[in-house]
T-cell receptor, first 117, second 109 residues
Framework: DTAVSQTPKYLVTQMGNDKSIKCEQN?????MYWYKQDSKKFLKIMFS???????INETVPNRFSPKSPDKAHLNLHINSLELGDSAVYFC????????????????FGPGTRLTVT | RKEVEQDPGPFNVPEGATVAFNCTYS??????FFWYRQDCRKEPKLLMS???SGNEDGRFTAQLNRASQYISLLIRDSKLSDSATYLC??????????FGSGTRLQVQP
């Protein structure tokens, strides 16, 4: 079974459209993330959710809205897509270990390659 | 200045060679450091954590130098399967990681 899954794997769409990417993890982790990897391969955190609560929201345009219906899911909705949104989007999850400590091993999904034309 | 800086490479080495990557970081408050590996068109995967005392996992050795704010990864007896991009990573202290842009390694037969 895939630990962290994302759908779709490829997404090609036109500027101005609205699209969603779904992420699910079956590891029982309490924290989920969205990262963006641009054409220069630079991987950058966008959002982080812990137990369905938003804890990190980096300087991401408000066209991007994460939604966490439960601990196992973190979806990403993007409004009014722009050319610069073309990138690979990775979902990841991790589990807190101990009291206040973190297991930093983040498990990544296979990525969603978004192309905006 | 980027929080984590790496030489992008590529490092082209023959099989069996020893290769070392360095990475420098800013923000000395970071507590935890890691090396991740990313194969072409695949997701990143944790290779190993990095401790001040140094740690070894088979052919891989990682070292952290807090005084100079750099991290190193040494790969001995390189295999073809080691060809990948190696990402230097530090924690942000907010349950998230900051990734370097990666160093590409190509091991040649």
């Amino acid at each position: 079974d895939t630990a962290v899954s994302q759908t779709p794997k490829y997404l090609v769409t036109q500027m101005g459209n609205d699209k969603s990417i779904k992420c699910e993890q079956n590891l029982g982790h309490d924290t989920m993330y969205w990262y963006k990897q641009d054409s220069k391969k630079f991987l950058k955190i966008m959002f982080s959710y812990n137990n369905k609560e938003l804890i990190i929201n980096e300087t991401v345009p408000n066209r991007f809205s994460p939604k966490s219906p439960d601990k196992a899911h973190l979806n990403l909705h993007i409004n009014s897509l722009e050319l610069g949104d073309s990138a690979v989007y990775f979902c990841a999850s991790s589990q807190e270990v101990g009291s206040g400590g973190f297991s930093y091993e983040q498990y990544f999904g296979p990525g969603t390659r978004l192309t905006v034309t | 200045r980027k929080e984590v800086e790496q030489d992008p490479g590529p490092f082209n080495v023959p099989e069996g060679a020893t290769v070392a990557f360095n990475c420098t970081y800013s923000n000395s408050a970071s507590q935890s450091f890691f090396w991740y590996r990313q194969d072409c068109r695949k997701e990143p995967k944790l290779l190993m954590s990095v401790y001040s005392s140094g740690n070894e996992d088979g052919r891989f050795t990682a070292q952290l130098n807090r005084a100079s704010q750099y991290i190193s990864l040494l790969i001995r007896d390189s295999k073809l399967s080691d060809s990948a991009t190696y990402l230097c990573v530090k924690d942000t202290g907010r349950r998230a990681l900051t990734f370097g842009s990666g160093t590409r390694l190509q091991v040649q037969p």
